[in-house]
């Protein structure tokens, strides 16, 4: 499959197309709200493709602890709000996962059970001391992040069908 769309995607046509469509989402078809953070959490939508707010969560506590490490100290929820740092993870979900989840799922891209099994066991983070891969280490990264296994693998299932995509546009490209 990643070929066929390797080849549909060589011509110029093609990508003026997919461009066309990422823009499409960007001004029309993309809207992000942003309630705090809690029960009703957040939601940033793209055409039918909906960023839960478990995701949502996760990233904005990886973009949190970023900010954190720079500045060397803890940040409140007010100084949060005022560094935007909720606006920046609506973007960048936008932007980076739920435009390319919508066309992944325009396009009927799949990943099969066993493709995705070999994905997460490859993980370095999930190897225990003998470089297998370790349920017990996984489940104690999981927990860690605040993750359920079930959220993990939907979310490892949706970065690849990510990479397929942009690996189907950038096929040929020189830098």
Known sequence: MLSMLRNAS???ISKILLLLLVLSFAVWGISGQT?????????VTAGATKVSASEYLLAYNRQL??????????????QARLFG??????????AGGAVLDEQARLMK?????????DLIASDEAFQGLNGSFDRG????????????EADYI????????RQQI??????????
């Open 35 to 43: 309630g705090g953070i809690g029960a009703s959490g957040a939601t």
């Open 137 to 148: 280490q996984f489940r104690s990264v999981l927990r860690n992040v605040g993750m359920t």
């Open 10 to 12: 060589k011509g110029w």
């Open 65 to 78: 602890n970023v900010i954190q490490q720079r500045i060397r100290q803890r940040i409140t929820p007010e």
């Open 166 to 175: 942009a690996e189907a546009l950038s096929d040929g490209v020189a830098m």
């Open 109 to 117: 891209l799949g990943l099969s059970e066993e493709n995705l099994s």
């Open 85 to 94: 740092i909720e606006n920046q993870v609506a973007s960048q979900l936008a």
């Open 154 to 161: 939907e979310s490892r299932k949706k970065a690849a069908q």
